[in-house]
């Protein structure tokens, strides 16, 4: 399929979800408008709206505080139904291949931490990119004296995460990792210990200190990458064959819930100021800005919500949902590749256009929706008498609807299509590399 073709379909499915979230966005917004204006003052509904916001959240976020179970079960009852289909994404067939031109977010930290490894007798295998999460690179190390293998790579917001694997014989892995815990069951057979908040060197005195000692099976520089196959190709095949389980699904959408919520506290406190300082001066000065004031608060409070549960509309196929997940590749990698390396070229090219694999944090992945969803409050006042478009910021109605175009088209529209258009050009050499793999086994087979 060529590169047109699929930047026409992904457009045009992009703009469903656009116009759907719209629809349910600004619903609430005049609903709840029509609501609070038969009872309050049209000047400041906006503030009393984003304070019972404000409110709601803080209730929110001390309820699930005292009672974690209740964002599990509401994350299990909204998405655990798809439970089942999620692990049908992860690839059969983990590639291996050069570090090529990628490089670390925070290359300083992560020079640092492979500095500190091999002071403490730590080797450096080599530096990979895989296709299951191919724009974020792994440095791979092994320490033979304490049979110890390492792997180092960035997860969400750029942070460096470490994992110390030990193998046993009777096919026991032991892991210690700074990675956070998302609450996926583990393999049978391995154990897991996990903190967070703790550095590089903290893991591996914390490692030294806690596995079992016994019966642990050596390993060096030249067995590194084949014991990392092994081990990966088990846990992936355990967990294809498993799937993810409701409760699982549930304990990930209650971190997210837990996050979103912090999201909406600050932001709406913030908001509620705004919203108040725009109503006292739309009070003042009486009915000149209305439309321009009011509006587009209560567009943004509502959009709050929208914003800060970005994971989970991703999840529900509201909103495109990234290819692969940088956050903790541990327990979905499972390579089975033997032989030399594969080249570069065959390991799929970095989705750019995915904020999660390209170490966005929540700020910028919010900004940058943001444009879309005010988008309708813009074409509001456009179309209005009164507001953007009128004399109240422009002396000329038409100077202000070519002001107020311009900047739709500069700021929402031009970068919608740019990453319309490279999102469906990374789709086309994703297929045209499945291609040529599936032509190459069949050679081969």
């Known amino acids: 399929m060529s590169v047109m073709r699929l930047f026409v379909l992904g457009a045009l499915k992009s703009l469903l979800r656009y116009l759907l979230f719209c629809a349910v966005c600004y619903g609430c917004v005049f609903g709840l408008g029509s609501a609070l204006g038969q009872y309050l003052d049209p000047q400041w509904a906006a503030v009393y709206f984003v304070g019972a916001l404000f409110l709601a959240c803080v209730a929110l976020r001390v309820i699930i505080v005292f009672r974690p179970g209740v964002a ?146 050596p390993v060096g520089p030249e067995a590194a990458v084949a014991a990392f196959e092994r081990e990966s190709t088990l846990s992936l095949a355990w967990r294809k064959a498993r799937g993810l389980t409701p409760r699982e699904v549930g304990a990930v959408c209650a971190r997210f819930i837990s996050r979103a919520l912090s999201t909406l506290i600050v932001g709406s406190a913030g908001l509620f100021v705004v919203a108040a300082l725009v109503s006292a001066v739309c009070a003042r000065v009486g009915d000149v800005l209305p439309l321009a004031a009011v509006v587009p608060l209560i567009v943004v409070a509502m959009t709050l919500p929208f914003l800060a549960l970005v994971p989970l509309l991703r999840g529900s196929g509201l909103l495109p949902r990234a290819r692969s997940c940088s956050a903790c590749p541990v327990e979905s990698r499972g390579p089975e590749r033997t032989g030399a390396p594969v080249p570069v070229s065959e390991v799929a090219p970095p989705p750019a256009a995915r904020p999660e694999a390209t170490g966005q944090s929540k700020w910028q992945i919010i900004l940058g929706l943001w444009p879309f969803l005010v988008l309708p409050g813009l074409a509001l006042g456009y179309f209005q008498d009164q507001g953007y478009a009128a004399g109240t910021v422009f002396e000329s109605e038409w100077i202000g609807r070519v002001f107020w175009g311009a900047v739709v088209i500069a700021l929402v529209i031009v970068p919608w299509l740019r990453n319309q258009y490279e999102m469906a050009r990374i789709a086309a050499q994703e297929r045209g590399s499945r291609r040529g793999a599936d032509t190459h086994s069949v050679a081969q087979k």
């Open 72 to 217: 599990v079960w509401l994350g299990e009852k909204t998405f655990g139904a798809a439970a089942a289909s999620l692990s049908s994404d992860l690839p059969g067939r983990l590639q291996i291949g050069p570090i090529g031109a990628a490089r670390f977010h925070r290359p300083a930290v992560a020079e640092q931490a492979v500095t500190d490894l091999t002071a403490r007798g730590f080797v450096e295998v080599g530096r990979y990119l895989t296709n299951l999460i191919p724009s974020v690179p792994v440095v791979l190390l092994v320490n033979p004296e304490h049979a110890l293998r390492a792997l180092l790579f960035e997860a969400e917001n750029s942070r460096l995460v470490v994992e110390l694997a030990t193998e046993y014989p009777d096919g026991r892995y032991v892991f210690f990792s700074n990675c956070v815990e998302y609450g996926f069951d583990k393999r049978p057979g391995t154990a897991s210990f996990r903190d967070f908040r703790a550095t590089p060197l903290q893991v591996l005195d914390r490692c030294l200190a806690e596995r079992p000692r016994d019966g642990i099976v």
